[in-house]
């Protein structure tokens, strides 16, 4: 059983813990986000946003439900990730009765494995307080491919936990999680997930809950799926050259046509391709996509 331990806060990839009270929690999350709150029992979580009108994101993350009316939010990216959750809380708060505070003195580790069970009593979607104080968030597989445990608590607990409990994970690093996570064809955010895009087009569905009612944005979403699929779509790219694609994507019509973005790239494997993420017009999203400059790439949608 390979078990990898992974320093968010330490890495290239902060996350933040900011944390909801109040007797209007569940109403307010109901009424604005994506989530379907009223149904989600505590010791759950899912995927969220908070929506433009426009549909674009406003603030991404994963909710918890870890006690009656308190709310845990999950943010993984850049620091303004956090700041646009808490503006958005704060701008759309009127009336309700709900405090927010940005735990900052949370820390925060990550455990990658390839074991079959779940771990400690959670299965994709819960989340634990487990002895020691020590918060256990399941993510599931869907991310990096493997089990993906999101583990919070003060830094005098969570490292002997985690010690105690993982003694034989390896650590990962940076690129690691991003490969992980590429060949999954999952976001990350300030690269595929921007204040410019919409959940769906980066491949997020799974964070916008269907027959919820009215919320921020809802009708563009509703529109997107009547339509069967967004203008651009999240795609698996490979390059079989070692060198940076030119951006914007250019095919080789006469005259080129704009085809898209490449949002990540890895370096060369051991084959010499280059495996990265690319947003495309759903029009050109095929396999074979032929560039300006003669370069062919390999275009799957998972």
């Known amino acids: 059983m390979s078990q990898r331990i992974f320093y968010p806060q330490l890495q290239k990839w902060p996350s933040s813990w900011v944390h909801m009270v109040g007797a209007d929690a569940r109403d ?89 069970a779940d ?69 990350r955010a300030g690269l595929e997930m921007t204040f410019e895009t919409t959940p769906l087009e980066i491949g997020l569905k799974d964070g916008v809950a269907e027959n919820k009612g009215c919320y921020p944005g809802q009708e563009v979403i509703e529109r997107i799926i009547s339509l069967g699929s967004p203008a651009r779509r999240l795609c698996l790219v490979e390059v079989k050259e070692d060198r940076d694609l030119p951006q914007p994507l250019m095919n080789d019509a006469e005259p080129a046509q704009e085809v898209g973005i490449v949002t990540s790239l890895l370096g060369p494997n051991s084959q010499g391709l280059r495996l990265g993420l690319a947003l495309i017009k759903k029009i050109h999203a095929k396999e074979g996509l032929r560039l300006k400059e003669g370069q062919v790439i390999r275009v799957s949608q998972g």
């Open 119 to 187: 771990g400690f009593g959670t299965t994709e979607g819960d989340t634990l307080a487990a002895p020691g104080g020590v918060r256990i968030c399941n993510h599931g597989r869907k991310d990096f491919g493997k089990l993906w445990l999101s583990l919070w608590g003060l830094k005098e607990a969570l490292g002997p936990w985690v010690a105690d409990q993982f003694p034989n994970a390896t650590e990962a690093l940076d690129i690691d999680l991003d490969e992980m996570r590429i060949r999954n064809l999952r976001p």
């Open 28 to 116: 307010f999350l109901q009424r604005v986000t994506t989530v379907n709150a009223k149904i989600l029992e505590v010791g759950k979580g899912k995927k969220g946003f908070f929506l433009q009108a426009n549909g674009k994101i406003l603030a991404a993350f994963d909710v918890w439900n870890t006690a009656e009316n308190e709310f845990g939010f999950e943010v993984f990216g850049p620091e303004e990730w956090k700041k646009a959750l808490c503006s958005t809380i704060d701008q759309l708060t009127f009336a309700e009765k709900i405090e927010v505070h940005d735990v900052a003195v949370l820390e925060n580790v990550w455990i990658l494995t390839d074991e079959d």
